[in-house]
């Protein structure tokens, strides 16, 4: 089974999977923004831009991988390691990189509501 067959094309695969990726990256750093004063908690980093860019290329994007890890970054006077304002950056970035993917599956679902609604 190709890992376009979901949706029928490339573009609006990667566009699935870029919106997997985001959604795990604003549910990490929302959690992380929720502890940012938890003692003993440590923050946990998601990637998944070089697994997707590489599905891509490789003309599946169903095969990329979204990973969470752990922070390694040093931890402050309780335990934590959360550093906020670099989350709350994250955070709006992952939400704006997010629109952008829901509107770009938007005009993608428009343009074959056009497509197939026109009469020849």
Do not use: C, R
């Not at 959690?31 to 998601?46: D, F, Q």
């Amino acid at each position: 089974m190709s890992g376009t067959s979901l949706f029928g094309d490339l573009a609006t695969s990667s566009i699935y999977q870029a919106m997997q990726g985001l959604w795990a990256q604003q549910q990490a750093d929302a959690n992380n923004i929720a502890n940012a004063n938890t003692p003993g908690y440590t923050a946990k980093n998601v990637s998944f831009e070089s697994s997707l860019a590489q599905a891509v290329a490789a003309g599946n994007p169903a095969q990329a991988h979204v990973t969470t890890t752990t922070s390694t970054a040093p931890a402050d006077q309780i335990g934590n390691n959360v550093n906020l304002s670099s989350q709350l950056v994250g955070e709006e970035k992952a939400g704006l990189q997010f629109q952008t993917m829901v509107d770009a599956m938007n005009a993608k679902f428009q343009l074959l509501t056009t497509a197939i609604s026109e009469q020849p």
